[in-house]
């Protein structure tokens, strides 16, 4: 069956830090590549997309890679600080547009 | 530009009750989409509309869940009878086109508690 899996464990990193979050996608072939962001009591928020020919993607401090021989995505955030604690989500979409789902998401925390 | 809309923010119920949850997308959007998020868990795509039609369905429980989006604007999603198991965080969102690569734009969610 399809999975997408991304670490449930939180991620606690110092600030000033890359912080560097994984999503890992099973039995699927995503076209392209999502990553959201997501704070308490809020609804996801759009950070990056990536599409399945570009191997790297950047905005500002956000890098995302996508290896579709690993069938894995990174996504990485450098100088991290408090304010990007968070979950973060990454989500797969296929070539007719079709979003598998998000996945579980991963939090965290940039301790100061 | 107003983002999304929907109403109720919290909704306490007792399962076996009905409910209904109202969304609003972004003006000029044409696709809408519905999500249960279980706490601690990413959200899951319950329904995929483009327009007034609908283009993924095949996660919602149709047994007790439907939805619809009549004259391709607002939308509502109704659970009757609920559970305790619909317990969740039920999320609206909207984009531009149905391409995979527009960004979709959330509500604030609506918070349901089924006791």
């Known amino acids: 069956s399809q999975k997408i899996e991304q670490n449930s464990e939180a991620l606690n990193i110092q600030e000033g830090k890359t912080a560097t979050l994984t999503c890992n996608y099973t039995?699927?072939?995503?076209?392209?590549l999502q990553w959201y962001r997501q704070d308490p009591g809020r609804g996801p928020v759009f950070l990056l997309l990536i599409r399945e020919n570009e191997k790297e993607k950047r905005k500002e401090r956000l890098k995302v890679t996508f290896d579709t021989t690993l069938k894995q995505s990174l996504f990485h955030i450098t100088a991290s600080q408090p304010a990007d604690s968070a979950t973060y989500l990454c989500?797969?979409?296929?070539?007719?547009?079709?979003?598998?789902?998000f996945g579980g998401g991963t939090r965290l925390m940039v301790k100061p | 530009e107003a983002g999304v809309a929907q109403s109720p923010r919290y909704k306490i119920i007792e399962k076996r009750q009905s409910v209904a949850f109202w969304c609003n997308p972004i003006s000029g959007h044409a696709t809408l989409y519905w999500y249960q998020q279980i706490l601690g868990q990413g959200p899951k795509l319950l329904i995929q509309f483009q327009n007034n039609g609908v283009v993924d369905d095949s996660q919602l429980p149709k047994d007790r869940f439907s939805a619809e989006r009549l004259k391709g604007v607002d939308s509502t999603l109704k659970i009757q009878p609920a559970k305790l198991e619909d317990s969740a965080v039920y999320l609206c969102?909207?984009?531009?086109?149905?391409?995979?690569?527009?960004?979709?734009?959330f509500g604030p969610g609506t918070r349901l508690l089924v006791l």
């Open positions: 989500a797969p979409i296929n070539n007719a547009g079709n979003m598998l789902t």
């Open positions: 039995n699927y072939s995503p076209a392209y």
């Open positions: 969102a909207s984009s531009g086109q149905f391409t995979g690569q527009e960004t979709q734009y």
